[in-house]
């Protein structure tokens, strides 16, 4: 376990019970926002890479596929 992990872990114990929700919540933010990221990050390269994608070369070494 990392020590990040640990001292998260020791913050939480220190918590009263009732909070435990709202940690949860948070979490599950977190990972959404992740998610939400990396999506939203390959859109956005996809007009500056268009133009390799569409040379002839690029044609010509997928064709087959």
Known sequence: MT???EEIIRE???LP???YGEVLDF???LKYRRRKAAPDTA???EPALRKDWLRPEEEEA???L
């Open 3 to 5: 020590q990040v992990k």
């Open 12 to 14: 939480l114990d220190d």
């Open 17 to 19: 019970p009732r909070t």
């Open 43 to 45: 859109l956005a390269s």
């Open 62 to 64: 997928w064709k087959d």
């Open 27 to 29: 979490i599950r933010y």
